[in-house]
Every structure is written in structure tokens, then in C-alpha cells.
């Protein structure tokens, strides 16, 4: 009758729903958990030492200093790479929307960059060694941002991708009725549009390349001093993690935690930042 | 050979008697109902009775509610995000929006067929079968296979689909999607049947064929179309709700509103489109 | 449109203003047919790439892979680099496990939560979702692997492996044969939780794209949501969720260095989540240092990154591919 809440569909209803809540919980809850535990254990161990001074001699058994030649590191190799892949990851995504549209052959490239996108840090870094040894570089500051370019290439093109597509059709067409070339309804019209969308882009990519380890691994080496030159070694922040957990002193371990909270509070700064100022500069896109 | 239209009324299973007795109560009757989308508010102090086994045609201007005022017979109105119900509307005097409901049972019971034909993805057959699946309504594949030809039948699809039950409900016509999802609906053995617009994506053809199905129809069902079109209106009313902005207007029997209406504004709509 | 000759523009001209803007006028289409050539150039860097990075692992692990035979290498179980022999497979293993228990754990809670939030959540909480997930993606995978050391490895071993040895030990696959948390259940953790994020996303564009009136024709009919997603929404879009899930494994497969920190990195072939592994990402990782000290240790490297670009294409251009025909011209 009407008020039956017992039928078995109902009862299987109820217990799905339930389901769905727990693996709800279970997502969100990992996220607190994740940063509950990185604060509650790098925190203690942050000092202003780490983040103003490079590792002493001996850091890695205790002695003092700190890890600014990683964070610097990891700024340096992330924007470095973030802006060669702008060079060329900007074009790329306007002319797939201006000029390639659908076409079968807009196809193929939207495909290679997927599968690019796929292929994981570690076979970049090892691709990248190969490329070292073949022009003669070696392990260097250069050599990192090359490869985390490459890497943020397919991050970067695809996210401009999806918001310049999502462009309103009517905006290209006013601007081409009015005689504009297809090159400056690019320029001009779709990147101020865009605008919002391409710095979340671009900051999207910047957060996945300065977080990466693996390709920097091979190709951007390590050192304790702050990077000054392009074809020096560089440290970065993953890799200062890294090291310092393997040190078998709790106080460096230590460290290593308060270095992957350094790490964090970039990252999510950048995330949430770029929410901000993706908000600020909307003032001007149609809506 | 029967047509399926001859077939249509007289075999229509009884339905069990529920709620009121008599013929002459009102199957629905709405009580200071009041509806939003968010803050806007679409509906507003509507009182009206829908009367029992005939057609009731809701007309109005475009934005004037008529498709929100039929998603509340259904329920179907909570289903968008942020709108807010509050009033009440009465099927066989239980109060539909009472504590406690189960509001798909609602819906077994009023039947809706939307503006666009919207198949399933499944065959013929499984697309007809499939309320009656969800509500476990036949003991048998035998019954089922029944059930399904005899809906076909009164949606007058049945000789067209007989040889392709299981190809998919896509490839079937338009107009016979639409007659698709009217045996569909009316499978699960509703006593009112809904229409928001089922015309309005077909072509002129199809159109009347719908429109007459639904005529035979009425002698089971009661039937509420929302239309935009007056000539529809005219062709199918036993009465007639007039609304504007939110709120009815006039509401009476065909003949009466189309010839004589009381009030300055459905006279106004009344005039403007004919 | 595009390509206009540059005849006298009669008819257009006005006395005066015309004539002089003919250059600039030329100029324009002529800056648009070279941004047009570099632009189009440009789009080959995607294809362009893939190749050479596929081409570059090819050479650099023919010594090893090319050479020796396929049983000696993929297949092979025994991986002494100092005397020569390089069998993967205790790695291959290795990632293999990782991969199914990370995906196995991953997949129901994933499609729980894009079903929730495709057909029961309101747009309210579908809003407040977003961040989250964006937030768990964004976090850096060195930060996932401190997180694995300092809570999964420990929660393994302090209390699912107890547990395993009291309730499951008969069944081999739980088996519990070393003392630590280190371990393919931690590795198979961290990573359900990596990769949870990116499943959501795509399965839940892929639920976006049924239509809502197909939902609503269901519950016209009185169906429950319940019964309306497993009537009609998911058999429509189930080839697109299995590959949506085919993605997030292929994502998986690479990870590198969260599991690396969790996972044991013990050179055998599991058989027990319990059990550490080396995965084959760990593998190359770990060892890149002395790569160059060891002869054909670097092909042997390499070929184990070519192994991992292999399995891992294929995975992605097949599910891409469904994904792309199912989702239009592009999907997040």
C-alpha cells in the first residue's frame, strides 16, 4: 500500500545508500587523515631554520641547517618547466580548438595527449636520462626542468583544453562576423575568456611538477647547496624527503616530515590559490 | 484482424476499487499549494479539483507554471534541486505530500509521459516490462509476455513491433517511441495518467494518433495534458484550467471556459492565440 | 573566409579609408596563414613524443631486452645483474600484486561514490566534493608515501596483520610470513587512495553524459534510484566505467614512489599480500644510481621502464579510446 517501506526494493535501496555514505566518508575521511598525519608530525619538527637555511655539513646525522636549497630547488625546476611547457602547451591547446575543432585529426592529437598524460613521472625520468646521455648533459637543473616539461606538457594542454572548449560558440562567431582572422579571435578574444581557466591550468601543471620525485630522480641529481647555475645538480623537495627519511636518525626522519609539510602547504597553497585568482580575474568573461 | 484501437477500453484490466466511491469526486484536488525554484516562486495558492475519467487540458502562456503544477501530481517536482513544496495535494483524499508516503508508489499510480520519447535502453519488450518488473507485478514469463502485447495493443503499437520485440526501443519511429512510452507507463497500472506536452516532438500524424489514443483512454483513465497549443486544447478538453503566472486563473468544464470565460485574461489568451 | 584574394575591393571601398588599409589588411591574413603553419607544426609534438620516447627505451634496452630471450628477461625469475641475469619477474609480479589489491580496494568505494554524487547527492554537496577530490589529487606522491610509512605501514602491522594470522591464516593469500608492515597490502593501500580521486572524476563524467530524462523515465514508472541505476543508468554506461577503471589501473601501474616507500622492496615473487614486493617502478628507482657501474645494468633498467611503457600504453589507448567515443571530444 501506500506507507510499505519494507518491500525488498526499498530495504536494497536503503542499504546502497548506506553503502554509498561509508565509501563517502572513506574518501573524505582519508583526505583529513592524510593531512591530519603530516601536520601532526611534521609540524613539530618546523623550524624557521629549515625553511631559511640549506643543509650544514652533517645534516644528514643530526647537525644543523635546513632544507631551503630544496625549496628553492623545487621552485626553480617546477617554474622552469611549467613555463616551457607553456611555450608550448598554449599554442597547442588554441589551435586544437581554433583550427583542428573535430576534425580526425584533432582526434589523433587529443588521443596522443591523453596516453602522454598516462604515461607515468618514472618513464619520463628514464627518458630523460637517455636523453642526457645522448646530448651530453649531465644531471643538472636543465636537464630537470626539461623533463618535468615534458611531463607537465599533456597536464597543462589537456586542462586548458577542457575550458577552452567550453568556450561559448557565439563569442567565436560575434568576433569572425566582425572580420576578425581566426589567429586574432585566438589571441585576443579566447585567452582573455580563457584567462580564468588557463591559470588554473598552468597551476595545475606547476603543482604536479614541483610534487614529482621520479623524474627528477635521474636527470636534476642532488646537491645541499642552493642551485645557482642551470647545469648544476639541483636538490629538490620530494628528493630532500626522501633522503632524509632514509637517514637512520629519528631527528633527521623528523625533519623528513616537516620537509613533506613544507611540501604540502606549497601544494595546497598553490591549489587553493589558484581558485582565488582564477575568481578575480573571471570579472571579465561572459558567463 | 482487430485493429488495436478496438481493442482498447474494453480490455483494459479492472482496477480495484480505491478511495473515493462515486464517480463524481474529484480524483485530484490541490489545497493552497504553493511551489519554488529556490526563491522564485513558480506556483501560488493553487486550489483546483481535477475531475475523474476525463481530460483536464492545463493551459496558459510559456513560463505560466502548468509543467510545474503537473510535477506536483507526480512528485516529480522534487526532483530538481532547491525547489520547495508546501500545500496539499489530495489523490483519492490522501494527501500525496504526507509524512510517510512512498513516493514511487505515487508514481506507480500516476503515470507521466514527458515531452521528448525517452526509450529505455533496451528492447521493445523490455522497455514495456520493465514497471512491471520493478513492482514485481506478474508472477510468470508467461504473464509478463501477456501483460506486454495487451499494453502494446492499447498504445496501438502492437501490430507494428510484433515481429521485433527485442530490437532496441531506438529504432523505432518518433511517434512510435512515443506510443512505446505510453504502453510503458500505463504497464504499471495507473489510475491517472499525465501528459506534459507528449505531443509537441512529434510530427501531425503522430500527434493525432496519440491524441486519440488518449481519448479511448479516458474512459479508465483520468487524464491532465499541459499544452501550448489551443487547438489541442480544444480537441481534447473535458475541462479546462487557465493559468498565469503562477496562479489559475479560471478553471471549469471545456465547453464552458472556451465559450463563455469569466475572466478578462483567459478571455485575453483565449483571443490572442485563436 | 580565410583565403581572400587581393582584389580591388570595389565594392567595399569607401573613397578614401580602404585603399590605405590594404597592407594591414594583408598583413593580418598573412600573420594567420604562418600562425596556422607554426601552430599546426606544433601539434605534432604530442605523437612526435610518444614516438621517440618509445624509440629512445627501444634502443637503450636492446642489449638486454632485444637480445636475451623473452623467458631469461620478462619471464625470467632470477635477477642478479652482477652475474648477468635479469630476470624481471619477481618485479612484474610484484607491480602485478600491488596493482590488484590497490585496484580491488579502489574499485568499489569509487563507484559508490561517483553513483552517490552523479544520482543522489544535490548540487550543494556535488560543489563541496570538487575540492576534495581536486585537494586528494594535488597532493604530492612523496607525501602519500610519508603518510603510508607513518600510518598504513604501522596499522599493517599492528593490526591487520594479527588479525590475518588469527582469522586467515589458512588461506595462503593472506598468509602472514614476515614480521613487518612493509608490505603489498600497504603498497595496495597508499595506492587505492592515489588513485581514488582520478577514478571518481572519470566515472563520474561518464555517468554525467546519460541523460536525465532517461532517469526520470524510470521513476516515472515508480522504480526506486537504487533501481533506476542498476536498470538503466549503469547498463548504459558500464562499457565506459570499465574503462574508466581499466584508466585508473594503468595510473596505478605506474606510481612510483608512495609505493616504493611502503612496499618492503624484497627481490621475491609474492604470494601473499602480507609479503613484501618489488615493484618495477621501485625497481628502476631505486637503482638508477648504479646504473652505469654495472655492465647492461642500464639496459636492463631501461627495459624495465620500456616493460612498464608498454603494458601501460596499451591499457590507455584502449580505455582512452572507449572513453573518447563515450564522452565526446574530450573528457577531464
Not at chain 1, 179 to 190: D, F, H, N, P
Request: proline share 6%.
Amino acid at each position: 500500500m501506500r506507507r510499505g517501506r519494507w518491500e525488498r526494493r526499498h530495504v536494497t535501496e536503503a542499504l546502497a545508500k548506506a553503502m554509498m555514505y561509508a565509501s563517502v566518508a572513506l574518501v573524505a575521511g582519508s583526505l583529513a587523515l592524510i593531512l591530519f598525519t603530516v601536520v601532526l608530525r611534521g609540524l613539530p619538527a618546523l623550524s624557521w631554520e629549515m625553511v631559511s637555511k640549506p643543509p650544514e655539513g652533517g645534516y644528514y646525522m643530526g647537525k644543523g641547517g635546513g632544507v631551503l636549497n630544496a625549496i628553492i630547488g623545487s621552485l626553480l625546476l617546477a617554474s622552469g618547466g611549467t613555463l616551457a611547457a607553456l611555450i608550448f602547451g598554449l599554442p597547442i591547446a588554441l589551435y586544437l580548438e581554433t583550427y583542428l575543432g573535430d576534425s580526425p585529426w584533432g582526434r589523433y592529437v587529443r588521443l596522443s595527449l591523453d596516453v602522454l598524460w598516462g604515461i607515468p613521472s618514472i618513464v619520463y625520468g628514464a627518458f630523460g636520462f637517455t636523453l642526457m646521455l645522448a646530448i651530453g648533459l649531465r644531471a643538472s637543473l636543465l636537464a630537470g626542468i626539461i623533463v618535468l616539461a615534458l611531463l607537465e606538457l599533456p597536464i597543462m594542454v589537456r586542462a586548458m583544453d577542457e575550458v577552452i572548449r567550453r568556450m561559448p560558440v557565439d563569442l567565436e562567431q560575434a568576433a569572425l562576423a566582425l572580420g576578425s582572422t581566426k589567429l586574432e579571435v585566438a589571441m585576443r578574444i579566447v585567452t582573455r575568456q580563457m584567462m580564468p581557466g588557463i591559470i588554473t591550468a598552468i597551476l595545475l601543471a606547476f603543482g604536479r611538477g614541483i610534487g614529482d620525485a621520479a623524474s627528477v630522480l635521474f636527470t636534476s641529481g642532488y646537491t645541499d647547496r642552493i642551485t645557482t647555475s642551470l647545469l648544476r645538480p639541483t636538490a629538490s623537495l620530494p628528493l630532500a624527503v626522501f633522503f632524509q627519511l632514509a637517514s637512520p636518525f629519528p631527528e633527521v626522519q623528523k625533519r623528513g616530515y616537516a620537509s613533506a609539510l613544507i611540501l604540502t602547504v606549497i601544494v595546497l597553497v598553490i591549489s587553493l590559490g589558484s581558485r582565488w585568482i582564477s575568481g578575480r580575474v573571471s570579472r571579465y568573461t561572459v558567463k | 484482424m482487430n485493429s488495436g484501437s478496438q481493442r482498447s477500453a474494453s480490455d483494459v484490466p479492472t482496477l480495484k476499487a480505491r478511495g473515493s466511491a462515486t464517480e463524481t469526486d474529484p480524483h485530484i484536488q490541490v489545497r493552497n499549494l504553493n511551489a519554488f525554484y529556490g526563491k522564485v516562486q513558480a506556483l501560488a495558492n493553487v486550489n483546483l479539483e481535477i475531475p475523474k475519467r476525463q481530460i483536464t487540458v492545463i493551459m496558459g502562456p510559456s513560463g505560466c507554471g502548468k509543467s510545474t503544477l503537473l510535477k506536483t501530481f507526480n512528485r516529480f517536482l522534487e526532483l530538481t534541486d532547491g525547489t520547495k513544496i508546501l500545500g496539499e495535494v489530495l489523490v483519492d483524499g490522501q494527501d500525496i505530500y504526507a509524512k510517510g508516503i512512498d513516493e514511487t508508489e505515487v508514481r506507480k499510480r500516476v503515470g507521466l509521459l514527458a515531452q521528448r520519447p525517452s526509450p529505455l535502453p533496451m528492447s521493445i519488450y523490455d522497455n514495456v516490462a520493465y514497471g512491471m518488473h520493478v513492482h514485481r507485478m506478474k508472477r510468470s514469463r508467461q504473464e509478463y509476455k501477456e501483460a506486454v502485447r495487451h499494453y502494446l495493443e492499447i498504445a496501438g503499437l502492437w501490430d507494428e513491433v510484433r515481429k521485433r520485440m527485442h530490437d532496441p526501443a531506438t529504432s523505432l519511429s518518433i511517434g512510435q517511441q512515443q506510443r512505446l512510452c505510453l504502453a510503458r507507463g500505463l504497464a504499471v497500472e495507473p489510475e491517472i495518467i499525465l501528459g506534459d506536452e507528449p505531443t509537441s516532438s512529434l510530427d501531425p500524424i503522430s500527434s493525432l494518433n496519440i491524441e486519440s489514443r488518449l481519448l479511448d483512454l479516458k474512459r479508465v483513465y483520468t487524464t491532465v495534458i499541459v499544452t501550448h497549443t489551443l487547438r489541442q486544447a480544444k480537441r481534447l478538453a473535458d475541462y479546462v484550467i487557465y493559468m498565469y503566472l503562477g496562479e489559475v486563473i479560471e478553471a471549469g468544464p471545456a465547453h464552458e471556459v472556451f465559450s463563455h470565460p469569466k475572466h478578462e485574461r483567459t478571455k485575453a489568451y483565449l483571443e490572442g492565440l485563436v | 573566409m580565410e583565403e581572400q584574394q587581393g582584389t580591388k575591393p570595389a565594392s567595399f571601398a569607401g573613397a578614401e579609408g580602404r585603399q590605405d588599409n590594404r597592407p594591414f589588411a594583408l598583413a593580418r591574413l598573412r600573420a594567420d596563414r604562418n600562425a596556422r603553419r607554426t601552430f599546426s607544426v606544433v601539434t605534432l609534438l604530442p605523437l612526435f613524443l610518444i614516438a621517440v620516447i618509445t624509440i629512445a627505451l627501444i634502443i637503450r634496452s636492446w642489449p638486454v631486452l632485444g637480445v636475451k630471450p623473452l623467458n631469461q628477461t620478462v619471464f625470467g625469475p632470477a635477477w642478479k645483474p652482477q652475474d648477468g641475469l635479469f630476470g624481471f619477474w619477481p618485479f612484474v609480479a610484484g607491480t602485478g600484486w600491488v596493482t590488484v589489491v590497490g585496484m580491488g580496494l579502489a574499485i568499489v568505494p569509487c563507484v559508490l561514490v561517483s553513483l552517490y554524487l552523479s544520482e543522489y547527492a544535490r548540487a550543494a554537496t556535488r560543489a563541496m566534493a570538487k575540492p576534495i577530490l581536486d585537494l586528494l589529487a594535488a597532493i604530492p606522491p612523496v607525501v602519500y608515501g610519508v603518510w603510508g610509512l607513518l600510518a598504513v605501514v604501522p596499522f599493517v602491522e599492528d593490526v591487520l596483520r594479527p588479525f590475518a594470522k588469527r582469522w586467515l591464516g589458512a588461506i595462503p593469500v593472506f598468509a602472514v610470513n614476515q614480521p613487518t608492515g612493509f608490505s603489498i597490502l600497504a603498497g595496495g593501500i597508499v595506492l587505492a587512495v592515489m588513485v581514488a580521486p582520478f577514478i571518481i572524476a572519470v566515472l563520474y563524467e561518464i555517468l554525467d553524459t546519460v541523460p536525465e530524462e532517461l532517469r526520470h523515465a524510470s521513476l516515472a514508472v515508480g522504480a526506486t534510484r537504487w533501481q533506476t541505476v542498476r536498470g538503466v543508468v549503469i547498463p548504459k554506461v558500464l562499457p565506459g566505467m570499465i574503462a574508466g577503471i581499466v584508466l585508473g589501473a594503468s595510473r596505478a601501474l605506474g606510481e612510483t614512489i608512495a609505493v616504493l616507500m611502503v612496499v618492503g622492496n624484497v627481490v621475491q615473487v609474492p604470494t601473499s599480500i602480507f609479503d613484501a614486493a618489488y615493484p618495477l617502478p621501485a625497481l628502476i628507482a631505486n637503482n638508477y644510481g648504479d646504473m652505469m657501474s654495472i655492465p647492461l645494468y642500464d639496459a636492463a633498467l631501461l627495459g624495465g621502464a620500456l616493460v612498464l611503457l608498454v603494458v601501460i600504453l596499451i591499457f590507455n589507448i584502449l580505455s582512452t579510446l572507449v572513453l573518447q567515443r563515450l564522452l565526446g571530444r574530450q573528457w577531464t
